[in-house]
Nanobody
Framework: QVTLVETGGGLVQAGDSLRLSCVVS????????LAWFRQAPGKEREFVGGISENGGYTYYADSVKGRSIISRNNAKYTAYLQRDSLNTEDTAVYYC?????????????????WGQGTQVTVSS
């Protein structure tokens, strides 16, 4: 059984940067894209960005494009989300999720395994 654990969240100030990590355990040799989602207070969970199984393809939601970089190190079974120029609207719980395809999907219904989330709070 695959499990995902996110770390790296915390309280930061507007304009700061943060890097979140997602460690995948119980991995098999199956292909899996990874993605990051977030859920702000009182809002639905939304797609942030995703990365292909080999790390060669990434894409991002318009709301974070240009301020985010997703990467992965398959040797370490870890994916990363680098967030720059954070603002208060980036305050949310950030989740990592796994999709049993080579390329990521924007739809959360496609993801079979989710982490518990890590809280990111941006103060003004």
């Amino acid at each position: 059984q695959v499990t995902l654990v996110e770390t790296g969240g915390g309280l930061v100030q507007a304009g700061d940067s943060l890097r979140l990590s997602c460690v995948v355990s119980g991995y098999t040799d199956s292909v899996a894209a990874l993605a990051w989602f977030r859920q702000a207070p009182g809002k639905e969970r939304e797609f942030v960005g995703g990365i292909s199984e080999n790390g060669g393809y990434t894409y991002y939601a318009d709301s974070v494009k240009g301020r985010s970089i997703i990467s992965r190190n398959n040797a370490k079974y870890t994916a990363y989300l680098q967030r720059d120029s954070l603002n208060t609207e980036d305050t949310a719980v950030y989740y990592c999720a796994e999709y049993a395809r080579e390329y990521p999907s924007r739809s959360e219904q496609d993801y079979r395994t989710w982490g518990q989330g890590t809280q990111v709070t941006v103060s003004s």
